[in-house]
């Protein structure tokens, strides 16, 4: 932003003072200018013009009325007589010079002299060089913008593909993943000793740490997981490397699961899939026996391909479970309902609460449920008395059967199906590739039974249903765009030229970005769209100033009108292009910097997209248009004649 506002207060001004100020006209052309109306013309039959010059009046020629000429009997003469000076001094019957009559810019170009040497300088290279090769040669230079076009579209699948770019963010968010069932203080020492694994590398500031959340934070976690919060020095190596290195000295904690990424990676990740991955595959079935089974195949097949980071399947692992089995025959014929007994079961195991107390600022809960001797004893809860409908009250054990068994640690469910979830991170940035090979390596290798399915989220998902709306909303677009263009122009073929003129900007945008970042993200197709729409403009204005000079100014369809046309509006066209290219420059320098991360690659694309669209419109833009749009223009001129005439 800074230096946009430095830009439009220093460069702009000194390219309109180089680009837009006129040079006066000569001194000796503007004398003769003034004096020889003052011989030819009465003050009643012209008008002055600005500087002292005279005009025929509207509707009038460039003669004198008949009742101002020479009186009958004496000759008209058509020259000067002899002696008369330089400055068109002769006698009342000297007719002005030709070049009078005709206001100036009918059929020629407005004299140099009121162009700048800058301007001067650049038209003559313009029409000495490619639209001299433009106009004599329109077919191969439309052959010559194909063939770039055809090449730079050959290098967006050699791209890679994202979502977003990567954030620089300053900050780390790395989760140290404990078996389940791990104890809070096995998870400090465990914490305490990746505290000063990460204290080692020379990038790390500052290490915060915390064991698991609580049960009604957003995120809970539980007390098996170690979260660390760290801070890295400005200067150092690239991100990658330190993020790198953070995997491989925390892997050396034995049982653990090591996560890696960013404060608003994860968060932004948590919206799209509900994982702090950048890729979640999620397996849906209704056996977790099968789930679990496909998903250590799916952690398998990930970990073997190169790019892949911090694999990990869901921590969904059998734990020791006490089972509780009503027998219904049994509870029907004690009276004990198995709503009622379910109840019962779950106050006095898993506790109710009965009131809240406060003690200062402090509130605690009342809660009713059996000691902990209680309820970790099988035998102890098969002797429970349950109450039944007549008031009598039975041991448990009477109307069920328990007893210790293995059963999962969680069960997740997604839209009521069941589900188990394998989460990746990648240490590339071609995220769709990485996908692509994966979904390749698991439809070849894993089985899926009956009634499940898999789902690839995250990121890459997002990715492909942006893309997929921008594409189609652009298509939208450009549609709108040409009804408006054929309501501007009256034809379709210069509709149609606008819009082909539209991908000479892609050649410069795909190119500048497959050499400086070497991949594609929303961001970049965003500056598409703002690139089209300036390569669109400077089409409509070189082709409404040709039908200008056509309808306005008695140009024929030749080939010196649309070299005229093209060559005055060589200033706007770069005057756009200057404006917008110079003050992105700061952002095309800034990468990998916190905070320009989107503008970035936004900028790389509209920078690349002007250089082309400027330069080879200049010749693309007349070529056609002179190759194919004789009949289109005269046909516009014609439709307009009546209206102006």
């Known amino acids: 932003m800074a230096a946009s506002f430095v830009v439009s207060l220093t460069v702009i001004p000194v390219l309109c003072s180089l680009l837009l100020n006129p040079k006066a006209p ?7 200018d003034v004096h020889a109306p003052s011989v030819a013309l009465s003050p009643e039959g012209s008008e002055k013009l600005a500087g002292g010059e005279a005009s025929p009046r509207a509707g009038t020629t460039g003669a004198p009325p008949q009742s101002e000429r020479t009186p009958a009997g004496v000759p008209e003469t058509s020259a000067a007589p002899a002696g008369a000076d330089a400055h068109g001094d002769g006698g009342p019957g000297v007719s002005p010079p030709a070049n009078l009559h005709q206001p100036s810019g009918l059929g020629t170009p407005p004299p140099a002299e009121y162009d700048g040497f800058l301007v001067r300088f650049l038209k003559t290279a313009l029409r000495r060089t490619w ?32 979502f977003l770019p990567t954030f620089n963010e300053g900050s780390a968010t790395i989760s140290v993943v404990s078996a389940p069932g791990t ?19 020379p990038e790390v500031k500052s290490v915060g740490r915390r064991a698991g959340r609580a049960e009604k934070d957003d995120h809970v976690m539980p007390v098996s997981v170690n979260e660390y919060d760290v ?12 993020f790198a290195e953070i995997r491989k000295v925390l892997g050396t904690l034995p049982g653990t699961f090591t996560n890696v990424g960013q404060p608003i ?32 195949q799916i952690e398998k097949i990930a970990r073997d391909i190169p790019g892949l980071t911090d694999v990990n399947l869901e921590a969904q692992v059998p734990i020791p479970q006490l089972k509780i089995e009503v027998n219904r025959e049994r509870a029907r014929a004690y009276g004990v309902q198995p709503g009622a007994l379910n109840e019962q079961l779950s106050t006095l ?70 589900r188990i979830v394998i989460g990746m991170n990648t240490s590339e940035r ?42 189609l909303l652009s298509v939208l677009v450009f549609v709108v765009i040409a009804f408006l263009l054929y309501g501007y122009f009256g034809t379709p073929v210069f509709a149609l030229q606008v819009l082909c003129d539209i991908p000479l900007a892609l050649i410069g945008g795909l190119a500048l970005t497959w050499w400086k970042i070497d991949n594609i993200s929303i961001a970049t197709l965003v500056g598409f769209i703002a690139v089209a729409g300036v390569a669109a403009r400077n089409s409509i204005m070189l082709l409404s100033h040709y039908l200008h000079l056509m309808r306005h100014e008695g140009e024929e369809f030749t080939r010196a009108m649309v070299e005229r046309g093209t060559l005055e509006r060589l200033v706007p066209v770069l005057m756009t292009a200057l404006s917008a290219g110079i003050a992105l420059i700061p952002l095309v320098l800034a990468a990998g910097e916190p905070g320009k991360e989107i503008l970035h690659p936004v900028a790389v694309v509209i920078c690349g997209g002007l250089v082309t669209s400027t330069l080879l419109g200049l010749g693309i833009t007349p070529a056609v248009f002179y190759a194919f749009g004789r009949r289109a223009a005269e046909t516009a001129v014609r439709r307009e004649a009546p209206a102006t005439g």
């Open 265 to 296: 990676g994860h968060r932004l990740s948590h919206m799209l899939s509900g994982v702090s991955a950048k890729i979640a595959v999620k397996v849906f079935g209704n056996d977790l026996v099968e789930l679990r089974t496909i998903g250590m």
């Open 183 to 201: 104890s809070l203080a096995q998870t400090n020492e465990i914490g305490e000793v990746g505290v000063r694994l990460l204290q080692t590398i």
């Open 26 to 32: 000569r001194v000796e052309n503007a004398r003769r």
């Open 131 to 162: 639209l001299r090769l433009a106009l004599d040669q329109p077919l191969l230079v439309i052959a010559l913008a194909g063939m770039l076009l055809i090449g730079a579209l050959l290098l967006y699948p050699m791209m890679g593909k994202e």
């Open 231 to 242: 801070e890295f020095h400005e200067k150092g190596r690239p991100r990658a490397e330190v």
């Open 349 to 418: 195991l898993g506790g109710k609460t009965l009131a809240e107390l406060r003690e200062g600022p402090r509130t605690l809960d009342l809660v009713l449920r059996l000691p902990a001797e209680w309820r970790d004893s099988p035998e102890k809860i098969s002797e429970m008395l349950i109450e039944t409908t007549s008031g009598q009250r039975v041991p448990l054990r009477l109307v069920a059967d328990v007893r210790e068994a293995r059963g999962p640690n969680v069960i997740n469910r997604e839209n009521t199906q069941r």
């Open 430 to 471: 071609d995220l769709e590739s990485l996908v692509r090979k994966l979904q390749a390596a698991v439809a070849e290798k894993v089985k899926l039974p009956q009634g499940s399915f898999i789902s690839y989220e995250g990121e890459f998902q997002a990715q492909q249903e942006a893309a997929k709306r921008i594409g």
